[in-house]
């Protein structure tokens, strides 16, 4: 056959086109052109869409900043649009994991999301909510409906809490969920602790790297009513849930779980909602408290510490099913590891054994009181972002990382601890951090971590190759790569160079799609 040299040039380009977009269909999960065509023009339909044209998002240092503003379907349709693709990764590694720890399939967990918890949801919220869905089928991501949305946003409570007091409530012979175990490291300090007399606070979120290594999400809120929101996110889920956070009005949040904790009430709210609406709407300790009683199911029960900059004032506000506590100061600290302090709730409400310092919530508890008064007076962000990443183990007295450190690595073997024996080498711990005070707070902004905060680097495969009672995770845990402490603001744009090439990627896009087609 005989071509010349356009031709030939011609047949080639073409090649490279229909590669490109065979390409884009196979790791998007889509099965035809349109959809391809669909993703190209993702950038003309942004621009075009006027409930779209108020929100963005970029990439930094390991985060995905998303800005979500309007009325509560609109910051939902923005959401579920914005990151479509990363929902539905997510999904994935929620819905196995619920589903092979409490034994329960999938359409369990969207019967509890339908009947016990979307009824008590507020209206608003219940448009957030309807929101996603809307934005991502509008991007072409259809599989996912109400049901499972509701359901992703209380992975925290159903799983942990709500099926093991079903387990006890219907004597299940041999209940196959666990209590809930270790969830973060946090602490905030002022007056006579701090290097300036200003608020410091930090947190690192505890969870299974299979959800860490995909909770990266930036969430700058705007809301119609209520203050506007600056905290790290999961994808999918309305409330920062691990839970880090400052609002316009000055407070800042933050807490640790309560280690085997048990309780739950089928008649409350769920705790995603409430602690979205505390963050959207206090503005003021007393406030938050408030809201967070309102209709307090018992899920996901946690100490939260918290801090209201106006004032200067810190507290920490336990919070079971049964009691809760509040204390406060204007000049101590506050720590969190997974430990009650109220002997009501350590009696009426866990398990938890508060004399065995071998336990990870105790050994860091004592490591905080540590480092407290080691650093009286000099503490600030760059203490606290060292804070999170120490690995010295108080129950041996040695460095190194494992469950016992604050920067928490269950994968590493832990003598002794009670978490440790009962999943040994479990892949979670610390998956990020962030660091604020009273400055950053006046400005809305705050630095974060992605991955461990001490640096060290997860890898799936060679983690599954060593401990394959774990393949289970197999088809959804993925690298957690440790990142830079970045600083976030609220309002904040990408610097323009990065916009402008994502802008020409999918433009030159657009245009071997648009070729193709026609």
Not at 236 to 265: R, Y
Request: with cysteine.
């Amino acid at each position: 056959m005989n071509c010349d040299r356009n031709q030939l040039s011609f047949v080639t380009l073409v090649a490279l086109g229909i590669a490109l977009i065979a390409a884009a269909v196979f790791f998007s999960g889509k099965a035809g052109i349109v959809n391809a065509c669909g993703t190209a023009a993702l950038a003309q339909r942004h621009a075009d869409d006027p409930v779209l044209a108020k929100a963005y998002r970029f990439e930094r240092g390991g985060w995905i900043y998303v800005h979500l503003e309007g009325a509560p379907h609109d910051i939902g349709y923005q959401h579920g649009y914005l990151l479509a693709p990363e929902i539905s990764d997510a999904f994935a590694a929620v819905s196995s994991e619920m589903t092979y720890t409490s034994k329960r399939d999938w359409n369990f967990f969207r019967r509890a999301a339908h009947t016990m918890m979307w009824p008590k949801i507020d209206v608003d919220y219940q448009s957030e909510l309807a929101g996603i869905v809307d934005g991502m089928r509008a991007r072409g991501y259809t599989k996912l409906d109400q049901d499972d949305i509701v359901a992703m946003n209380g992975f925290m409570e159903l799983a942990d809490y709500y099926v093991p007091w079903l387990d006890k409530q219907t004597a299940t012979a041999a209940p196959a969920s666990k209590p809930p175990e270790e969830h973060c490291s946090a602490f905030v300090a002022t007056g006579s602790y701090t290097k300036d007399h200003q608020i410091v606070m930090a947190h690192n979120n505890w969870t299974s790297y299979n959800y860490g290594a995909r909770w990266n999400i930036i969430f700058d809120i705007v809301p119609q009513r209520g203050y506007s929101m600056l905290m790290d996110g999961f994808p999918g889920v309305i409330a920062s849930d691990d839970d880090f956070g400052v609002n316009s009005d000055g407070l800042m949040v933050t807490e640790t779980t309560i280690t085997d904790f048990h309780g739950w009430d089928p008649n409350g709210k769920p705790e995603f909602v409430r602690a979205r609406k505390a963050m959207q709407f206090a503005g003021s300790i007393d406030e938050y408290v408030k809201i967070m009683l309102d209709g307090n199911n018992g899920g996901y029960a946690n100490d939260w510490l918290l801090a209201d900059r106006k004032t200067g004032e810190i507290a920490r506000f336990e919070l079971g099913l049964l009691h809760n506590k509040v204390w406060r100061t204007k000049d101590g600290y506050y720590v969190g590891s997974n430990f009650a302090s109220d002997p009501a709730v350590l009696k009426d409400e866990t398990t938890f054994d508060a004399n065995d310092m071998a336990a990870s919530a105790n050994a860091r508890h004592a490591r905080w009181d540590e480092l407290m008064a080691a650093n009286q007076g000099k503490i600030d962000t760059t203490l606290a972002e060292a804070f999170l990443a120490d690995h010295y183990d108080t129950y041996t007295k040695k460095t190194g990382p494992n469950r016992r450190t604050l920067c928490g690595h269950g994968d590493m073997a832990t003598e002794g601890d009670p978490g440790f024996a009962r999943t040994p080498y479990n892949p979670a711990g610390s998956v990020e951090g962030k660091v604020i005070d009273t400055h950053m707070a006046e400005s809305m902004t705050f630095v974060a971590h992605t991955g461990h905060p001490c640096g060290t680097n997860f890898k799936a495969r060679e983690f599954l190759a060593a401990h394959p009672e774990y393949s289970w995770q197999a088809s959804t845990l993925i690298d957690m790569d440790a990142g830079p402490w970045t600083q976030f603001r609220s309002g904040e744009h990408a610097p323009s160079g990065e916009a402008e090439e994502k802008l020409v990627t999918s433009s030159w896009f657009s245009l071997w799609a648009s070729a193709l087609v026609t």
